[in-house]
């Protein structure tokens, strides 16, 4: 793996985090959304990754060039990508009784948003903890590159 290489997995990886951060964003924005232009109530939405690979990638030689250390350059994956944004149809929404309210319906209650605010910090805590794997990574690449200039002087 070139050291190009290695800056493209790490900024894969940060713009992927960032990417997620911005959805979780939105979630603790709309935790309180009882409707929206479709006119239901705001669904909590998730960030789906996948590996960035060569198609010549499988299982099988990756298996292979790790026990014998021989390894083609399209043996290599190439950093995460997003292949979508999903709404959560798994988590119930919440049910708050409240029949003052404009959106409840006819039994009095209002359908509030499946967003939980604890778990969208815990998981702004991870996906910002991740991002920050990502930049040290980057770093130590762009170190060890320096080090290797000076050798050379």
Not at 10 to 21: C, D, L, N, P, V
Not at 41 to 56: G, H, I, L, S
Not at 99 to 115: I, K, Q, R
């Amino acid at each position: 793996m070139s050291t190009m290489s290695t800056f493209n997995v790490s900024a894969s990886g940060m713009t992927a985090q960032r990417a997620r951060m911005d959805i979780i964003a939105q979630n603790i924005a709309n935790v309180n959304t009882t409707i929206t232009d479709d006119g239901t109530p705001y669904r909590r939405r998730t960030v789906v990754f996948a590996e960035r690979k060569n198609d010549n990638v499988n299982f099988e030689n990756a298996l292979i060039a790790q026990r014998t250390g021989i390894k083609k350059k399209n043996d290599i994956g190439l950093g995460v990508k997003i292949t979508s944004v999903v709404e959560d149809h798994v988590t119930a929404m919440k049910k708050v009784y409240d029949p003052a309210h404009p959106n409840a319906d006819e039994d009095g209650y209002v359908t509030y948003p499946n967003v939980d605010t604890v778990t969208e910090m815990t998981n702004l805590i991870d996906a910002n903890r991740s991002y920050e794997a990502n930049v040290t990574a980057f770093n130590a690449t762009k170190n060890m590159i320096l080090k290797a200039l000076d050798i050379g002087t």
